[in-house]
């Protein structure tokens, strides 16, 4: 089974701080995607890769950056971690980009900016 | 651009009866894909059932299948025989080419015993 570990299940940064999330998978996955998942707005895509050192804007990629350095590892970023970023974080991976590849996701990151 | 939506925020259904979550969803592609995920309390997000948008006949898989209905954008998931541990948050999503994935804000599903 495709495992995505993502670093962190709770994490509580203060206003302003730089935020690291980082997320590996282990089944040579091309793509990998961060969404953020917020009551009532189901799942919003943030920002998403294909490859190793590519990176895309997702719908709502504002105040986020990401990188890709290795195939396994895709790393959230928040510059200046702000209020309204607190909310629960999904990386997931897929195998490559066909549109019927299923997403494979980590256990999420429950994030609290304060 | 493409949205998902599903309208039922929360469902409840007795033990070992069936329920039915509704999804639309509006796009102009004539090829795509649409999957239903489960999210248990646990959190991670697992596959439930796919359909590929060219094939008429509707997907199923054990207890859960499928209604899909293209000219009207509809995806409805049904579940039969319902079981406590399919107590969950259920997300619709579309897929196009490209494998980036839309969602819908999800439906709570309780099973009550």
């Known amino acids: 089974d495709v495992k995505v570990t993502q670093s962190s299940r709770y994490l509580v940064k203060r206003t302003g701080e730089k935020v690291f999330l980082e997320c590996v998978q282990d089944?040579?996955?091309?793509?990998m995607f961060w969404y953020r998942q917020d009551p009532g707005l189901g799942l919003r895509l943030i920002y998403f890769?294909?490859?190793?050192?590519?990176?895309e804007k997702g719908d709502i990629p504002e105040g986020y950056s990401v990188s890709r350095e290795k195939k396994e590892r895709f790393s959230l970023i928040l510059e200046s971690a702000s209020t309204n970023q607190t909310s629960m974080y999904l990386c997931?991976?897929?195998?490559?980009?066909?549109?019927?590849?299923?997403?494979?996701f980590g256990n999420g990151t429950r994030l609290t900016v304060t | 651009a493409q949205t998902v939506t599903q309208s039922q925020p929360e469902m409840s259904v007795q033990e070992a009866e069936t329920v039915t979550l509704s999804c639309t969803y509006d796009t102009s592609e004539s090829n795509y894909y649409l999957f239903w995920y489960k999210q248990p309390p646990s959190r991670q997000m697992i596959l439930v059932i796919r359909q590929e948008a060219y094939k008429q006949q509707n997907a199923t898989e054990n207890r859960f299948s499928v209604n899909f209905q293209k000219a009207a954008k509809s995806f409805s998931l049904k579940i039969s025989d319902s079981q406590l541990g399919d107590t969950a948050m259920y997300f619709c999503?579309?897929?196009?080419?490209?494998?980036?994935?839309?969602f819908g804000q999800g439906t709570e599903l309780s099973v009550k015993p």
């Open positions: 089944m040579d996955h091309e793509n």
């Open positions: 999503a579309f897929s196009n080419q490209g494998g980036k994935l839309i």
């Open positions: 890769s294909y490859d190793v050192k590519m990176k």
């Open positions: 997931a991976s897929s195998l490559d980009r066909a549109w019927n590849s299923p997403l494979h």
